[in-house]
Antibody, heavy 122, light 110 residues
Framework: EVQLVESGGGLVQPGGSLRLSCAAS????????MDWVRQAPGKGLEWVGR??????????EYAASVKGRFTISRDDSNNSVYLQLNSLKTEDTAVYYC?????????????WGQGTLVTVSS | QSVLTQSPSASGAPGQRVTISCSGS????????VYWYQQLPATAPKLLIY???QRPSGVPDRFSGSKSGTSASLAISGLRSEDEADYYC???????????FGGGTKLTVL
C-alpha cells in the first residue's frame, strides 16, 4: 500500500523559511512524478509544483505564485520529496499536501499525504 | 479567481443524479486530460476521475466524467449522504505550464 507522510510544518514569521518533507512507501519511487498542493484555510486547492520522474530528467515545475521562493527537491534513495519555502508571506499559510501520480504513466494525483499546516504570522 | 470555473454549490436528494460542471479554455481542458477530486471534510483530496472519464480502482461506477471541448462534467447518480463533499476539477494548463484546479463545488445532499 502506498503511503505518503508529510512533516515539517509549523509557525513561522513573515520572511522566514521552512522545509517540508514527504516520505513515501513503496518501490520504484523514481518512476513517479511527485506534486505539492496547498490549501489555504477555508479555500480551494492550489497547485504548488512538481518534480517529474527519472525518465523525464527530474524536471521541476512551479506555480507562478511560488516560483523563485519555493524549491522542490527529491531523494530517490530515501523515497522522499522536499519543499523548501523561503521568503514566506502571510498568504502562504495553508495545509501543504504532497501527492503522487496514480501510476507511472497517468498524471492524476492518486495518492495524498495527510497534509502539514504552515502558518505564516508575526 | 481560479483558471477553471465551477459553480460554488450543488445539491440533490438521496437517489437523485447531480452534475457538476467545469469550464476552462483551449490551453487546459481543451487540450489536456481532466481530473476530478473529492474532498470530504477535514481530509485529503481523493482522485475520483482521471483521463477525463476513467475511474481508479475502488471508485463506484455511480461517479462518471465526461469532456466536450473546453468543458467537463462530473455526474453522480444514486446520490448518497456520504457523497456530501467538495469536488474539484483539474487539468494541466499549457500556457501556464502548471496544473490548475477549479474553485471547487460544495455538494449538499438534502
Amino acid at each position: 500500500e502506498v503511503q505518503l507522510v508529510e512533516s515539517g510544518g509549523g509557525l513561522v514569521q513573515p520572511g522566514g523559511s521552512l522545509r517540508l518533507s514527504c516520505a513515501a512507501s513503496g518501490l520504484t519511487f523514481s518512476d513517479y512524478y511527485m506534486d505539492w498542493v496547498r490549501q489555504a484555510p477555508g479555500k480551494g486547492l492550489e497547485w504548488v509544483g512538481r518534480s517529474r520522474n527519472k525518465a523525464n530528467s527530474y524536471t521541476i515545475e512551479y506555480a507562478a505564485s511560488v516560483k523563485g521562493r519555493f524549491t522542490i527537491s527529491r531523494d530517490d534513495s530515501n523515497n522522499s520529496v522536499y519543499l523548501q519555502l523561503n521568503s514566506l508571506k502571510t498568504e502562504d499559510t495553508a495545509v501543504y499536501y504532497c501527492a503522487r501520480a496514480l501510476t507511472a504513466t497517468t498524471r492524476g494525483l492518486g495518492y495524498w499525504g495527510q497534509g502539514t499546516l504552515v502558518t505564516v504570522s508575526s | 479567481q481560479s483558471v477553471l470555473t465551477q459553480s460554488p454549490s450543488a445539491s440533490g436528494a438521496p437517489g437523485q443524479r447531480v452534475t457538476i460542471s467545469c469550464s476552462g479554455s483551449s490551453s487546459n481542458i481543451g487540450s489536456n486530460n481532466v481530473y476530478w477530486y473529492q474532498q470530504l471534510p477535514a481530509t485529503a483530496p481523493k482522485l475520483l476521475i482521471y483521463g477525463n472519464n476513467q475511474r481508479p480502482s475502488g471508485v463506484p461506477d455511480r461517479f462518471s466524467g465526461s469532456k466536450s471541448g473546453t468543458s467537463a462534467s462530473l455526474a453522480i447518480s444514486g446520490l448518497r449522504s456520504e457523497d456530501e463533499a467538495d469536488y474539484y476539477c483539474a487539468a494541466w494548463d499549457d500556457s501556464l505550464s502548471g496544473r490548475v484546479f477549479g474553485g471547487g463545488t460544495k455538494l449538499t445532499v438534502l
